[in-house]
């Protein structure tokens, strides 16, 4: 599976950001999708994670409530809804696929490149 990342950029705290991650390959929806970031200087760090079996979907508590994973498998995509940004949101952004329902960020298999997110104050 190869991952590809998109959708980053510059907004305004309190507002909204909408990441893509398009997948290759036929198998795209029999992977759980994840969603990690890295703030600079810091270890990169769980987001969301979808389960393609049942639409589980889990959050870090920092995003519960702000963020919203969703997929579509007719596009091989998975998407990752950012509201209410703050600062402390400012990251770039990484895409993942594993067989296992995981939150550990040595389980997913495929990476995408990151994208980048700044949130201004």
């Known amino acids: 599976v190869q991952l590809q990342a998109c959708g980053g950029g510059l907004v305004q705290a309190g507002g909204s950001l909408r990441l893509s991650c398009a997948a290759s390959?036929?198998?795209?929806?029999?992977?759980?999708m994840g969603w990690f970031r890295q703030a600079p200087g810091k270890e990169r760090e769980f987001v969301a994670a979808?389960?393609?079996?049942?639409?589980?979907?889990y959050y870090a508590d920092f995003v519960k409530g702000r963020f919203t994973i969703s997929r579509d498998n007719a596009k091989n995509t998975v998407y990752l809804q950012m509201n209410s940004l703050t600062p402390e949101d400012t990251a770039v952004y990484y895409c993942?696929?594993?067989?296992?329902?995981?939150?550990?960020?040595?389980?997913?298999?495929?990476w995408g490149q990151g994208t980048e997110v700044t949130v201004s104050s």
């Open positions: 993942a696929a594993t067989g296992q329902w995981t939150v550990v960020r040595g389980d997913y298999d495929y």
């Open positions: 390959g036929r198998t795209f929806r029999t992977y759980n």
């Open positions: 979808d389960r393609w079996s049942s639409g589980t979907t």
